[in-house]
């Protein structure tokens, strides 16, 4: 058993009401005094905050002048941790401890063993506004913070998790706090772990936490065309090792095997798939069209296949593919410096058909290009001097063009994405991402609130930008000829 303890006369009791009351008095005092003093130059502010921090701190270690007991109890154990607190200043943070204390001095709380181990942080939060936590304390803090309506403590375990979805851990986190987002309701916390996954999600296949997945959760990722990964074959080894480890009914498994995208794979590679993997045998009926498809896509010329079949579907559009026949990884050294250029290969397209088949680009970087209606330009006046421009009016800019045009690129278009990579907690990691299609060489919003003067920019490593530009081709179906 845990014991807070401390002598509890009654004169004691009447000095911590006195003592809660005073707090609220002296944060009232101080909001008037900034008000009062703001247009005084000789004014001053004296602020002992620690000092009645580490007061109230005294207060809930040595349970002075206490009048509420909190006793909390688990499932898996007789004993329970005993908290001698203070009912002001519960009542002051909690809806809940306001109702709960409003008859009786002594409530018995049930917790879960997990939310139990933190509830001493917990309560020292709603003394002294502020907790420590790790990446593992982060849902049972928030669940307790949600039980007890404590609002301000619910939102800062939120943007924590948020801001914490790249930090390292054994086990992985990012994949059980977004099925607990889903739980709560969360969507503002479900939507950025789901975009973190779907960014980072070479980094999820190969770590413990992809054993977790949720079917629901495996299918939203399946859907979506912007995950970023090395290929669609690992992408399809992945689910495989899902699947052997999860052995979910025949209808989830069905489902999970037609949302892998068979022509971004070669046919060499199929054919060995075929050959050797025991959940494309045992599932092979529910997705045969889907191969015998994908063989005929590599077999013809992407320009007459899309005269017998729709290609304006997701089976025929390439994910975020970071090999290199899809892209260039591109390092630039202090960005904020001077315009850069650079120019890669891709491969036409993902058809075996196109594999010989090399379209050029090239690429522009400006860190502080300027739009014309701020260009100088000459004045009318007598001094004709030029209208003075600063750097920071400039933003950055990166524009992709072909390097030639070709007969090739009928019935094709292209779709850029720049990925760049930042470090937070340690890890390397796809933060932003930027796509644009061939009727535009740029995207409108490239590192548009990025501060590229300032070394400690996020958006930036060891001074450098770190970009990835994928070229993804997207077919377009021609008039169709009758079967």
Same mark, same amino acid.
């Given at each position: 058993?845990?014991?807070?303890?401390?002598?509890?006369?009654?004169?004691?009791?009447?000095?911590?009401?006195?003592?809660?009351?005073?707090? =609220?008095?002296?944060?009232?005092?101080?909001?008037?005094?900034?008000?009062?003093?703001?247009?005084?130059?000789?004014?001053?502010?004296?602020?002992?905050?620690?000092?009645?921090?580490?007061?109230?701190?005294?207060?809930?270690?040595?349970?002075?002048?206490?009048?509420?007991?909190? @006793?909390?109890? +688990?499932?898996?154990?007789?004993?329970? $941790?005993?908290?001698? +607190?203070?009912?002001?200043?519960?009542?002051?943070?909690?809806?809940?401890?306001?109702?709960?204390?409003?008859?009786?001095?002594?409530?018995?709380?049930?917790?879960?063993?997990?939310?139990?181990?933190?509830?001493?942080?917990?309560?020292?939060?709603?003394?002294?506004?502020?907790?420590?936590?790790?990446?593992?304390?982060?849902?049972?803090?928030?669940?307790?913070?949600?039980?007890?309506?404590?609002?301000?403590?619910?939102?800062?375990?939120?943007?924590?998790? $948020? +801001?914490?979805?790249?930090?390292?851990?054994?086990?992985?986190?990012?994949?059980?706090?977004?099925?607990?987002?889903?739980?709560?309701?969360?969507?503002?916390?479900?939507?950025?772990?789901?975009?973190?996954?779907?960014?980072?999600?070479?980094?999820?296949?190969?770590?413990?936490?992809?054993?977790?997945?949720?079917?629901?959760?495996?299918?939203?990722?399946?859907?979506?065309?912007?995950?970023? #990964?090395?290929?669609?074959?690992?992408?399809?080894?992945?689910?495989?090792?899902?699947?052997?480890?999860?052995?979910?009914?025949?209808?989830?498994?069905? @489902?999970?095997?037609?949302?892998?995208?068979?022509?971004?794979?070669?046919?060499?590679?199929?054919? @060995?798939?075929?050959?050797?993997?025991?959940?494309?045998?045992?599932?092979?009926?529910?997705?045969?069209?889907?191969?015998?498809?994908?063989?005929?896509?590599?077999?013809?010329?992407?320009?007459?296949?899309?005269?017998?079949?729709?290609?304006?579907?997701?089976?025929?559009?390439?994910?975020?593919?970071?090999?290199?026949?899809?892209?260039?990884?591109?390092?630039?050294?202090?960005?904020?410096?001077?315009?850069?250029?650079?120019?890669?290969?891709?491969?036409?397209?993902?058809?075996?058909?196109?594999?010989?088949?090399?379209?050029?680009?090239?690429?522009?970087?400006?860190?502080?290009?300027?739009?014309?209606?701020?260009?100088?330009?000459?004045?009318?006046?007598?001094?004709?001097?030029?209208?003075?421009?600063?750097?920071?009016?400039?933003?950055?800019?990166?524009?992709?063009?072909?390097?030639?045009?070709?007969?090739?690129?009928?019935?094709?278009?292209?779709?850029?994405?720049?990925?760049?990579?930042?470090?937070?907690?340690?890890?390397?990691?796809?933060?932003?991402?930027?796509?644009?299609?061939?009727?535009?060489?740029?995207?409108?919003?490239?590192?548009?609130?990025?501060?590229?003067?300032?070394? +400690?920019?996020?958006?930036?490593?060891?001074?450098?930008?770190? =970009?990835?530009?994928?070229?993804?081709?997207?077919?377009?179906? #021609?008039?169709?000829?009758?079967?």
């Amino acid at each position: 058993m845990v014991r807070l303890t401390g002598a509890r006369p009654v004169a004691a009791r009447r000095w911590g009401c006195a003592a809660a009351a005073f707090l =609220l008095l002296l944060l009232t005092v101080q909001a008037a005094q900034k008000a009062d003093l703001s247009g005084d130059a000789t004014a001053a502010t004296i602020n002992h905050s620690l000092t009645l921090l580490q007061r109230l701190q005294e207060l809930l270690q040595n349970g002075n002048s206490s009048d509420s007991v909190l @006793r909390v109890r +688990t499932a898996a154990s007789d004993e329970a $941790k005993v908290f001698h +607190t203070h009912q002001l200043l519960l009542s002051l943070q909690s809806e809940v401890f306001e109702g709960l204390l409003r008859n009786q001095s002594i409530i018995t709380l049930h917790e879960p063993p997990e939310t139990a181990a933190l509830f001493e942080k917990f309560i020292r939060y709603l003394y002294c506004g502020g907790v420590s936590i790790l990446l593992h304390q982060a849902i049972p803090m928030h669940q307790l913070a949600s039980k007890y309506r404590v609002w301000g403590l619910q939102r800062g375990v939120a943007d924590y998790m $948020k +801001t914490h979805l790249a930090s390292e851990s054994s086990q992985g986190h990012v994949v059980g706090w977004y099925h607990y987002a889903v739980r709560i309701g969360d969507a503002a916390l479900q939507e950025s772990c789901l975009q973190f996954l779907a960014w980072n999600l070479s980094a999820v296949l190969g770590s413990a936490e992809w054993a977790s997945v949720s079917v629901e959760l495996l299918l939203l990722l399946l859907e979506r065309s912007d995950l970023v #990964l090395h290929s669609e074959l690992e992408l399809y080894t992945a689910v495989e090792g899902w699947l052997g480890r999860r052995q979910p009914e025949d209808p989830v498994a069905e @489902r999970v095997l037609r949302a892998i995208r068979y022509p971004m794979i070669a046919p060499s590679q199929l054919f @060995r798939l075929q050959a050797q993997s025991a959940v494309l045998a045992r599932h092979y009926g529910a997705v045969q069209d889907l191969l015998f498809q994908a063989f005929q896509f590599h077999a013809a010329s992407p320009l007459h296949f899309a005269k017998y079949f729709d290609v304006n579907c997701s089976m025929f559009l390439p994910r975020n593919y970071l090999a290199p026949s899809w892209g260039s990884q591109w390092v630039i050294n202090n960005p904020a410096r001077d315009d850069r250029s650079t120019s890669f290969q891709t491969q036409l397209g993902p058809s075996s058909h196109d594999a010989g088949k090399r379209v050029t680009w090239n690429v522009l970087f400006s860190p502080r290009w300027l739009p014309v209606s701020l260009r100088p330009v000459y004045s009318d006046s007598v001094s004709g001097a030029i209208q003075p421009v600063r750097i920071e009016d400039g933003r950055p800019r990166l524009v992709i063009t072909p390097a030639m045009s070709s007969p090739d690129f009928a019935g094709v278009s292209f779709q850029k994405t720049v990925l760049v990579g930042v470090r937070q907690q340690g890890r390397v990691f796809v933060k932003h991402a930027y796509s644009f299609h061939q009727s535009s060489d740029e995207a409108a919003d490239f590192l548009a609130h990025a501060d590229l003067q300032k070394r +400690t920019s996020e958006y930036l490593i060891d001074n450098s930008l770190h =970009l990835h530009i994928i070229v993804k081709p997207v077919y377009h179906s #021609l008039i169709k000829v009758k079967k």
